[in-house]
């Protein structure tokens, strides 16, 4: 009798995380107001040179994320102007926890209730309006580290952690690295070969019908490089040379 009634209450609770899921899914690609996502930037390594830039950081630094997904929107046409609004808060305390690069499923579920436990904490800020996407922005000294950790931008429970370089001079640089992230969130799929970070053809490329087809001027968001020869990729320096391609339309729902 007991068992029966624990394995109806664990699978009680299952559906109401799987419904919570289809929920948030379905409101963050429904496109009929603007999506709000909350940007948390953080010190990513503790140092005296990223704290100076987080004070330094203000909405404006953020405007052209905005203006990505409004000219990408429109181009798909989209009714609403500005699909996405970007609400930048104070930096805050506390780092969400760590994925270990060696981590298997079992450490990466544990990892994901971890960090929707931290981000339901952290991004409760007093007098502000919450925001229905969370992103983490840990900034980094590029002096310190050659190359950012990687990101995770994560659908279920709508978080991602970003890691960025905390130099104005790759402002347009870690604009792009959001945006691909906050289209993890609402679905979308990585476009590049995960062994060589290279973009995948055809659907990795902005213009891929072009003749001749290197170099490509412009990146997919989900491949965030662009083709320059067969053997070469490099990243465009701003949003202005990014474009969101069909298939990520789909998967974000912008087309059907
Ligand atoms: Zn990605």
């Keep these: 009798m007991w068992k029966t009634v624990r394995i109806f209450l664990l699978l009680l609770v299952l559906l109401a995380v799987a419904l919570h899921s289809w929920l948030d899914a379905r409101a963050t690609q429904s496109w009929q ?6 940007l948390f930037p953080l010190n990513g390594d503790g140092s005296a040179l990223t704290q100076q830039y ?8 953020f405007a052209a994320i905005e203006d990505f997904f409004a000219r990408e929107g429109k ?6 102007e500005q699909p996405v609004h970007v609400e930048l808060y104070p930096p805050g305390p506390k780092l969400p926890p760590a994925l270990d690069p060696g981590a298997g ?3 990466i579920a544990w990892w994901s209730l971890k960090l929707r436990w931290f981000a339901a904490h952290a991004a409760e800020v007093p ?3 919450p925001s229905r996407i969370r992103l ?8 310190t580290l050659e190359h950012a950790p990687d990101s995770h931008g994560l659908q279920k429970g709508l978080i991602g952690v970003v890691h960025l370089f905390a130099d104005p001079s790759m402002a347009g640089s870690n604009g792009i690295v ?4 906050l289209l993890h969130t609402v679905g979308a799929s990585d476009k590049y070969d995960l062994g060589s970070g290279a973009p995948r053809f055809p659907l990795g490329y902005a213009d891929r019908d072009q003749q001749p087809l290197y170099p490509q001027e412009r990146a997919e968001i989900m491949a965030g490089r662009r083709a320059v020869s067969a053997y070469q990729s490099d990243m465009p320096r701003t949003l202005a040379s990014v474009v969101v391609g069909p298939e990520t339309a789909l998967e974000i729902r912008w087309t059907h």
Excluded: M, Q, S, T
């Design 105 to 107: 499923p079992l450490g």
């Design 54 to 61: 987080l004070a330094a950081l203000n909405a404006r630094d």
């Design 127 to 129: 007098g502000r309006a």
């Design 136 to 143: 983490f922005l840990l900034y980094h000294d590029p002096a």
């Design 178 to 181: 959001i945006a691909h992230e």
């Design 75 to 80: 181009r798909f046409g989209l009714k609403l």
């Design 33 to 38: 107001e603007p999506l709000w996502v909350g």
